[in-house]
């Protein structure tokens, strides 16, 4: 969809000059309209992020995830605020998707550092981390 398309760009160029409010009701705006694209809530979640809204970003970065299984920039996003938030198994978990789904790709070494981190924070989860979905919810 073209429009869709230019509107995001629109949007992220928002958020690029630091137009963060702006660029949240854009962001709001496109997921509302395209109820099934990705990359609306990629762009809320990467805003929480940056305002330090961590379950909030976790929770964009899923909702990315659930309409695109196969974005390794969702995926290796979300596991890197997974272990922020205490959550190392559940990111590591999210890692190796991410890791698969990069091989080769221009993301594989952004997803190889934060293999690293999640490495370096191996412990138990915390308690209220997301548990294990199973083999029914890996991405084809």
Avoid: K
Avoid at 21 to 46: D, F, I, V
Avoid at 86 to 112: F, K, N, Q, S, W
């Amino acid at each position: 969809d073209p429009d869709f398309a230019r509107y995001m760009q629109a949007a992220a160029g928002l958020e690029a000059v630091g137009r963060h409010e702006a660029a949240l009701l854009a962001y709001e705006t496109a997921a509302r309209h395209w109820p099934t694209e990705s990359m609306p809530h990629l762009g809320l979640a990467n805003l929480a992020y940056a305002r330090g809204a961590l379950a909030g970003a976790e929770q964009g970065f899923r909702s990315a995830i659930e309409r695109a299984p196969g974005d390794a920039v969702a995926r290796n996003n979300r596991a890197s605020v997974l272990l922020v938030l205490g959550c190392p198994v559940a990111a590591r978990r999210e890692i190796e998707t991410a890791a698969t789904l990069a091989d080769g790709g221009p993301h594989e070494a952004a997803v190889a550092v934060t293999r690293h981190e999640i490495d370096a924070g191996i412990g138990p989860d915390a308690p209220g981390c997301p548990p294990d979905p199973g083999p029914a919810h890996s991405p084809p």
